[in-house]
């Protein structure tokens, strides 16, 4: 039985315990995923730290009707950008790389 309480980000999770609990849940996504390799289609993932999530784009239901509650329930929404980097490792590039006046 899944519920929706049971779901929060990973960064936000401040304590041990939430973090393995956060790890687990990606690991039952992963599990998910294998179960039905379309919905990799609703997936991102970041070239640079592999972070997976679904693509903010997906919509409210995807079939088989509750797979997009289920793709939300363990993975977090994740935009790429061009280069297949998530917000994180572009911000993180761009500290690198300043852009020049
Ligand atoms: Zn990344």
């Not at 980000?9 to 973090?19: A, H, N, V």
């Not at 993975?75 to 061009?82: S, T």
């Amino acid at each position: 039985m899944l519920s929706a309480e049971g779901f929060y980000y990973c960064e936000l999770s401040s304590s041990l315990s939430q973090k393995q609990k956060c790890i687990m849940d990606q690991r039952e996504g992963q599990d998910y995923l294998t179960m039905y390799p379309k919905l990799r289609h609703w997936i991102n993932q970041c070239v640079a730290c592999q972070i997976q999530g679904y693509k903010p784009e997906m919509p409210e239901q995807i079939y088989p009707g509750v797979a997009a509650r289920h793709l939300r329930r363990y993975f977090r929404p994740l935009a790429v950008d061009e280069l297949g980097l998530c917000s994180q490792c572009r911000e993180a590039l761009d500290v690198l790389t300043p852009s020049k006046p």
